[in-house]
């Protein structure tokens, strides 16, 4: 008999959540017996990985409140019977005394989870996806056994009063594991108050046998290809990036910076390409697929993870798994020390760390590299080798290793 797990996010699929198809993919191929629940089903075409979704049917697993999925008559007609059983119907009424939902909507989110009450192991993406479960949770309706995973924002939505006052119970009773993918995320988690003997750092993994490059060399004689791939907001940092083309094209090197991403900075960006004077040497792609990802990393030359402190959100980034992705790609990455970043290479050999912001030392760098075709070339190398440890059937078995304590 196939063992069941629930994957539960608040919605799918996005664009940029790559490693959530990872996860359900690898959880089928294992032989899982796979349901995703989400508060809002976003198309399949909302996802980078449409071709994956589509060949293993992800579609068909998805279940949706009945308020996102149903006509209205079709809505009344099933909740008319889910709420014929006298049980549900205590529960509901349960759960509207407790809540400040509405009655149908109540019924609606009970009517979802009724078919999860036998399966009962749920792998929640994003901590905040945790609400409705704990709700109906806290009325006796489920008994869930929960591996939990954060992603970054997520865990700075509370502070650690808050957190406990808000999920300390459930945690308690339910949650059997939780999952951060990176040891500075671990760090922030700890400060919620969450017990160290639950929490697992297991790495982000990236399809190997997908982004998979051949060795590199450079030549400073030809124009140098820069990239960066990301969301084009204040974490990502892509303006310090372009300030480090300026200092290049200054010194008279040959660069051509590719931003890759879209977002809601890319009116500043394109202002200050224009304000540097480095509108020849910069091109922003907008949002791409993988396989367009792909095909950018391959054109290029060396990687930059301009990821920051964020001054509004007082967030880093999490993790970096485009990195991975392009050391996999034979790409030497050159990155402030801001977060995860650091996990994702081993300074000196396959890429540099430098202090958050130090415009002058990520130039410094790239010039080193530019200069230094031998150590360019054994970089490109390392690079390689070292992302094929972050394969996704690495990381991702550390996931169904945790789902044995759900069972």
Known sequence: MKKKIIIKTNSFPNYSETFIVSNIVYAIRSGYDVNIFCNKF??????????????????????????????????????????????N?????????????????????????????????F?????????????????????????ITFHGYDSFLENKEEFQKKYGVFYKKHVKAVTVNSNYLKKVVLNLGISEELIHVIPIGINYSFFHGTPKSIKVKKEVQLITVGRLVSLKGQLYGLQAV??????????????VGDGKNRGLLENEVERLGIADCV??????????????????????MTSTFDEHTKRREAFGLVSIEAQAMGLPVIGFDS???????????????????????MTEKIIYLLENQQMYKSMSKAAIHHAATFDHEFTTQKYLDLYDLLH
């Open 42 to 87: 976003l198309g399949l075409e909302n996802s980078s990985q449409i071709n994956e979704l589509e060949k293993y049917g992800v579609k068909e697993m998805v279940l949706l409140p009945l308020t996102q999925t149903k006509s209205r008559l079709s809505k009344l007609l099933q909740l008319s019977s889910f709420l014929l059983k006298p049980r």
């Open 89 to 121: 119907l205590y529960y509901v009424l349960k759960y509207r005394s407790k809540s400040l939902k509405g009655f149908l909507k109540c019924a609606s989110i009970l009517k979802q989870y009724e078919s999860a009450r036998y399966k009962q192991a």
């Open 123 to 147: 792998h929640l993406h994003f901590n905040n996806s945790l609400d409705d479960l704990k709700e109906i949770t806290s009325i006796g309706f489920m008994d869930p056994r929960v591996v």
């Open 246 to 259: 300026k200092l290049l094209k200054e010194l008279n090197y040959k660069i051509h910076y590719t931003i």
């Open 283 to 304: 091109a922003f792609t907008g949002r791409s697929t993988q396989l367009q990802v792909k095909e950018y990393m391959r054109e290029s030359d060396i990687f930059l």
């Open 339 to 361: 977060g995860g970043f650091p996990d994702t290479i081993i300074d000196g050999k396959t890429g540099f760390v430098v202090e958050d912001r130090d415009v002058l030392a």
